[in-house]
Nanobody, 126 residues
């Protein structure tokens, strides 16, 4: 079992930055892949970014590539999402997820993640 708690969401103006954190607890928290997904009102939950358990491979959705950076600190069992150059279309509830995708091409697939946090709201004003 892995428990996930997100923090760091809030209201920011377009062009600004936020850093989300996801604290993981549980016996295998440091040995699972971690991902961030987001869901805007009335839309599907979409992949944002992911990182493997060692932290040496990262994956991004095209919509955030070059603006967002995912990282992890296994000593603290925490994964981060640094979000720069935020746009109004980034507004959503952001969810942290943990799992073990068996192929690199599966890191962006929602069903590959077994554990989910409660979500944190990010609102970007224009």
């Amino acid at each position: 079992q892995v428990q996930l708690v997100e923090s760091g969401g809030g209201l920011v103006q377009a062009g600004g930055s936020l850093r989300l954190s996801c604290a993981a607890s549980g016996r295998t928290a440091s040995s699972v892949a971690m991902g961030w997904f987001r869901q805007a009102p009335g839309k599907e939950r979409d992949f944002v970014a992911a990182i493997n358990w060692t932290g040496d491979s990262t994956y991004y959705a095209d919509t955030v590539k070059g603006r967002f950076t995912i990282s992890r600190d296994n000593a603290k069992n925490t994964v981060y999402l640094q979000m720069n150059s935020l746009k109004p279309e980034d507004t959503a509830v952001y969810y942290c997820a943990a799992g073990n995708p068996r192929r690199s091409s599966w890191y962006g697939i929602r069903r590959e993640y077994d554990y989910w946090g409660q979500g944190t709201q990010v609102t970007v004003s224009s």
